[in-house]
């Protein structure tokens, strides 16, 4: 017989029982993995809008791979863990970066690169989505609501950004990115730390 029950982090244990001896098997948190690409990523864009070099294949391939897709990997075993903020929140963000690396390489493709004003709505929508996930992060930890605070912030910065075409809220932009960015790590850290040694080694809140 299989029984599934919820436990903290919304994950699944299926305890595998037989009429005698029963024994646990324990789901792995997906959220390091998905916190990690999100903000190992976005501090390193967060440099470069700080004006310390330009977008270059580190990037791309960051926004590709660990950005992109790792946060999906970790989107869908959220889903599996029957995580639904999660799953909406690690797969979005994911195919935020892959698409974020095709507006930066559309000129590859021949197709139009995006102008100011529609890049500046690219961020406004994401800075909406960003709003809403933010709500949803407060029954969760401390940490995670500074995450998804300061990327709220920086979706609607790096759209005025793009509106304004102001170099200083680039500056702006980069330092909140670091912030978001660092704090999404140091989320990230915690919650595998915390869980090795089962025990509090970085507090979350």
Same mark, same amino acid.
């Given at each position: ?17 037989? =009429?005698? &001896? ?5 789901? /792995?948190?997906?959220a390091? +993995?998905? *916190?990690?690409?999100f903000?190992? %990523? ?36 959220e ?14 963000y994911?195919?935020f ?8 390489t ?6 139009t690169a995006? =102008?100011p &004003? ?5 961020? /406004?929508?994401?800075g909406? +989505?960003t *709003?809403?996930?933010?709500?949803? %992060? ?9 995450v ?9 910065v ?33 919650e ?14």
């Amino acid at each position: 017989m299989v029984v599934y029950s919820f436990i903290y982090y919304d994950k699944f244990l299926p305890i595998m029982a037989d =009429n005698e &001896s029963p024994s646990i098997r324990k789901i /792995a948190n997906p959220a390091g +993995l998905g *916190l990690l690409g999100f903000g190992m %990523t976005t501090v390193l864009l967060s440099f470069h809008n700080l004006g310390l070099y330009s977008v270059d294949s580190m990037i791309v391939s960051m926004g590709i791979f660990y950005g992109g897709i790792a946060q999906v990997i970790a989107g869908i075993l959220e889903y599996k863990n029957g995580n639904t903020f999660g799953t909406v929140a690690f797969t979005s963000y994911g195919l935020f970066w892959l698409t974020f690396v095709g507006v930066n390489t559309a000129g590859l493709t021949g197709l139009t690169a995006g =102008n100011p &004003s529609s890049l500046g709505l690219f961020f /406004a929508i994401w800075g909406v +989505l960003t *709003l809403f996930l933010f709500i949803g %992060t407060l029954k969760g930890t401390r940490a995670l609501q500074v995450v998804f605070l300061t990327l709220t912030i920086l979706f609607f910065v790096v759209a005025i950004r793009f509106g304004t075409q102001n170099a200083d809220v680039a500056y702006v932009a980069g330092v909140i990115g670091i912030i978001c960015g660092g704090s999404a790590m140091y989320t990230a850290f915690g919650e595998v730390l915390n869980e090795q040694h089962g025990k509090t080694i970085l507090p979350l809140g």
